[in-house]
């Protein structure tokens, strides 16, 4: 029973998406952290986008990735273009809050990326991330290559096993390949956790190891 504000825990149908609008919203291209771009082409380097609840506390976990060239945070997995956080927090536009993370796979291995995503949330939850609930903090990878959607379809069933010897439920990953659209959030939300290093941050995992 998903009990007050269940509507929030099931994705909208299409004819109750919020329009959106055509433009991006804007966004100030530099990492706060690094300095490098958040948006804009990065030869020789990977992208994955990843959702474990709130947004702020789960970019933080992957800009300090050693391999990692650059993050941003923003909204996939839904419908609505080029939404705002309130429209996103409404339940209107099916996306998750996610992480777009911009790898060297030379120094990162994607199975390495993979453990910290398992082991950084619970993703068992469904909709929702531990008093967080809604679609917008469901899990989810969204893959950009075959070789990742196969590593990624792996991992889960090996931490499955893992989390089932633990007396975890099934896990509710959305594992998608080709990656859904990704709109970047608003400014404010960019490296939240660098600008306000004492905000929210709802990032917890089980407990078990994930072992890739």
């Known amino acids: 029973m998903l009990g007050v504000g269940a509507w929030k825990q099931r994705l909208p149908r299409e004819a109750d998406l919020l329009p959106g609008r055509g433009q ?32 702020w506390g789960a970019e933080r976990k992957f800009w300090n990735l050693p391999g990692v060239h650059t993050t941003a945070v923003g909204y996939a997995g839904g419908g609505t273009p080029n939404p705002t956080y309130e429209e996103v927090c409404s339940g209107q536009t099916g996306h998750t809050e996610a992480v777009r993370v911009v790898y060297d796979p030379a120094q990162l291995d994607f199975a390495a990326l993979l453990k910290a995503f398992w082991e950084s949330h619970d993703p068992t939850q469904g909709m929702r991330q531990g008093n967080d609930v809604g679609t917008q903090y469901r899990s989810a990878l969204y893959c950009h290559t075959q070789a990742q959607y196969d590593a990624a379809l792996a991992s889960r069933d090996a931490y499955q096993e893992s989390l089932q010897a633990s007396g975890y439920p099934p896990i509710t990953t959305e594992i998608a390949y080709p990656a859904p659209a990704f709109f970047y959030a608003e400014d404010y939300h960019q490296q939240y956790l660098s600008k306000n290093p004492n905000g929210y941050c709802g990032l917890g995992g089980t407990g078990v190891s994930c072992a890739i």
């Open 24 to 55: 991006p919203l804007p966004l100030h291209n530099v990492h706060r952290v690094h300095g490098r771009p958040l948006r804009g082409e990065f030869p020789g380097m990977e992208v994955v986008e990843v959702g474990l609840g709130c947004f």
